[in-house]
């Protein structure tokens, strides 16, 4: 059973090494045997490291999970900018920053499809796992809202926000859909569809360069 402590925070390298090796164990545990199944002590030996130093740097197992799902949603954006390419500039093409977002959404959830799963059920279980997926889907939202304004003279939508908010949730269904189903033999069908009704919700037709 977990205990309360009084964690700290880490500023020297050998311990932010310990907390990043705590979580890399806590993370192959919760896909391995479930959160609720799961405790620190487990954790600290999986991390080949004593029961006292996992409460060194983490209150409790839930203290973890926060962090992991943090790191979850900043790696997320982190896989996501760099593909994005030159949207931020504005491309002039409507149908390429769609596909480049669906691509990097995708792809990503496919990297992580272990703790994914693993940490998907605790956002309807734990309330404020819930909260926390909430904001850290906002901060996703506002960067997909921050492309659509930097593209803003390709849109045929007023409501930027509530566009890049429905956009998010729509490629978040499929690819959950996608993931849970790992044999699903519609795939590329089913995301070239998605691509191509996002494309005509968001944009004129105006916006994609002739080829």
Known sequence: MDKPGKARKPVQKRGME???KLMEAAKALFVEKGYYKTNGNEIAAQAGLATGTFYRYFN???DILVQLVHQFYQQGLEHALPIMGSVFSGSDD???IIHDLLQAHYVFHIEQKEMHKAAFPLMFLEEDIMELSRQEDQKVIDVIAAIFTANKHLLCVEDVQAAAELTYRTCEAITHCLLLQSEHSGKESLMGELEEML???LFTES???PS
Request: without cysteine.
């Open 18 to 20: 310990t907390r990043a």
């Open 94 to 96: 409507g149908r390429k």
């Open 199 to 201: 494309f005509k919700y």
């Open 60 to 62: 409790n197992k839930k």
């Open 207 to 209: 916006s994609t360069p």
